[in-house]
C-alpha cells in the first residue's frame, strides 16, 4: 500500500490537516473490521534488550522481520546549504543546540525558535517542566527533540534519516512512544525519555500514528489506516506484549484521559476525531469510554457543518477538551493546501455545555497539549514560521466553568484558584472570548 503524496507531506509536516481531509475521503467500506493483529512484533535494532524499556517483560529482542510495501514517500530534499547540523553517523543522539529566549505577544509565549524547517507535535513531560517534539530545523526530515519550558537549550533524542515525528510522553516520565517511517511504513516505536534505541512496538504493512499512553503506561491507542477497510481505525495494544493488537473502532488522532476512570462504570476515556459519513463530512470531537478492552458510550462532544474540527486533547483532570477549528466553508479541508491559512484553538467541557476560544484568529494554532499547571503548549506560525507556543488556560478554564450548565458544574466542582477567594480573574478577548452556542 502507498501513501499518497499529500498525506504524506501533511505527516512529515506534523500536521495532521492533511490526514483530516484524507480521512474524509478514504472510505472504501463500510463494514467493520475487528480482527486483531497478529504478527510478530520486534524492535527494528537487534541489539536492544525490551528490558531496556520495558522492565517488566525481560524478554530478549529480535531481528525485524522485514516489511512488506513500498516505502512511504519522502519530502523533497531542501538544497545542500540546508543539511543536517549532526551528521547521520553521529554516534551521540544527545546534541545540543542554542536558541532564542521566550517571546510573550498578546498573552501567548513562544517558547521554540526553529529558523529553518519547523517545530512541531508538542507534548509536555508529566512533570510540565520540559517539552518533547518534532522537528525540521536541522534537517529536512523530522527527529525528536526535548527542551526545558523556560530553557534556551535544546537536546536531541532521535537521529534517523527517515522521520520521527508525534511523539507522546509515558505517565510515568520515563519512555517516548512517536511514530516513524524508519522501517517503510509508518510505525509506533518506543524508546527511553533519555534518548537511545527504540523497540518497534507495530510492524504491519498498514501506516500506524499518534500514540497516545493509557493513564497506568500500560497499553498505547493509536490511529491506523487499514488495509482492508481503507478508513482511518483506532486500535490499542499492550506497550511490553504488542504482539497482538484491538481494534476499537473508526476514527483518527486519539487521546487517552490522562485521568483513569472519569467514564461511565469506572472506565476510561478516549479522545478521537471522526467525521460526518453523509453531508458536509467534516470532522467532529468524539469520546468513547474504554473498559476492559471493550468500549462503549460513543459520543460527539462537539461538531460543526462549516468547520473541521480536529487535534482534541484532555485537560489533566479530563473535565475539559481543548480542540483546533479549521474553517472548511465549502464541507471539506483542500487536500493540496500546505496549511490553513488559518485556525484557532477552542475549549469545552468534557459534556459540551460550554466552549471558549482561546487564540485570537490571526495565526494558524493546531496539534494543542494541556499539561500540568494550566499550561497548554501547541502549534503556531504566528511568528513567521511554524514553532511552539504555550498559553496559561487558567482564565479559560474559569470562564468555561462559569458558562458550563448547571449539571455539569454540580457534578465536577471548579476548585477555586488560591487568588479566587478575592476576584475573579478576567477572561480577555485574547485568551478567552465566549460563545455561548455551539458548532
Not at 248 to 267: H, I, V
Not at 312 to 328: C, K, L, N, Q, T
Amino acid at each position: 500500500m502507498r501513501l499518497s503524496a499529500p498525506l504524506a507531506r501533511f505527516v512529515l509536516a506534523g500536521s495532521v490537516l492533511g490526514l483530516a481531509a484524507c480521512g474524509t475521503s478514504m472510505v472504501a467500506s463500510d463494514e467493520r473490521w475487528n480482527q486483531p493483529v497478529s504478527n510478530t512484533q520486534a524492535p527494528a535494532d537487534p541489539s536492544v534488550s525490551r528490558a531496556e524499556i520495558f522492565p517488566q517483560d525481560g524478554v530478549e529482542t529480535q531481528q525485524a522481520a522485514v516489511l512488506g510495501g513500498e516505502p512511504v514517500p519522502m519530502l523533497a530534499h531542501r538544497p545542500e546549504t540546508d543539511r543536517a547540523l549532526v551528521p547521520d553517523s553521529a554516534p551521540a543522539r544527545r546534541e545540543r543546540f542554542a536558541e532564542t529566549g521566550p517571546v510573550s505577544t498578546d498573552g501567548l509565549t513562544q517558547i521554540s525558535f526553529a529558523q529553518e524547517g519547523e517545530d512541531f507535535d508538542p507534548t509536555l513531560t508529566p512533570d510540565g517542566k520540559q517539552i518533547v517534539f518534532a522537528s525540521t530545523q536541522h534537517r529536512s526530515t523530522s527527529d525528536i527533540f526535548v527542551k526545558p519550558v523556560n530553557g534556551s537549550v535544546i537536546t536531541q533524542l532521535t537521529n534517523d534519516p527517515a522521520d520521527d515525528s508525534m511523539p507522546s510522553v509515558s505517565p510515568d516520565g520515563k519512555r517516548i512512544a512517536f511514530t516513524s517511517n524508519r522501517a517503510g511504513p509508518w510505525n509506533i516505536y518506543v524508546m527511553p525519555a533519555s534518548g537511545g534505541k527504540p523497540v518497534q512496538i507495530t510492524a504491519t504493512a498498514a501506516h500506524d500514528l499518534h500514540p497516545s499512553w493509557s493513564p497506568d503506561g500500560t497499553k498505547l491507542v493509536f490511529s491506523r489506516l487499514g488495509e482492508v477497510s481503507r478508513r482511518w481505525e483506532l486500535w490499542v495494544v499492550e506497550a511490553a506484549n504488542p504482539s497482538s493488537g484491538s481494534f476499537l473502532g473508526y476514527g483518527m488522532l486519539p487521546e487517552w484521559c490522562p485521568t483513569a476512570a472519569t467514564g461511565a462504570s469506572g472506565g476510561d476515556r478516549i479522545l478521537f476525531q471522526l467525521p460526518r459519513e453523509r453531508g458536509a463530512r467534516t470532522f467532529g470531537v468524539w469520546a468513547m469510554d474504554f473498559k476492559d478492552g471493550a468500549t462503549s458510550n460513543p459520543m460527539a462532544i462537539v461538531t460543526s457543518n462549516n468547520s473541521a474540527l480536529i487535534n482534541p486533547a484532555w485537560s489533566p483532570d479530563g473535565r475539559f477538551i481543548v480542540y483546533a477549528e479549521v474553517p472548511a466553508p465549502t464541507g471539506r479541508v483542500e487536500i493540496n493546501q500546505s496549511r490553513p491559512s488559518q485556525s484557532d484553538l477552542w475549549m469545552v467541557s468534557a459534556d459540551g455545555s460550554a466552549k471558549v476560544r482561546l487564540t485570537d484568529g490571526n495565526a494558524v494554532a493546531l496539534m494543542p497539549h494541556w499539561g500540568i499547571g494550566n499550561r497548554l503548549v501547541f502549534f503556531s506560525d504566528r511568528g513567521g514560521r511554524g514553532n511552539v507556543w504555550t498559553i496559561d488556560t487558567q482564565s479559560a478554564v474559569l470562564a468555561c466553568s462559569n458558562f458550563a450548565a448547571p449539571a455539569h458544574a454540580a457534578a465536577n466542582p471548579v476548585p477555586p484558584a488560591p487568588e479566587a477567594a478575592t476576584h475573579k480573574p478576567a477572561a480577555t478577548p485574547e485568551v478567552a472570548s465566549v460563545e455561548a452556542e455551539k458548532h
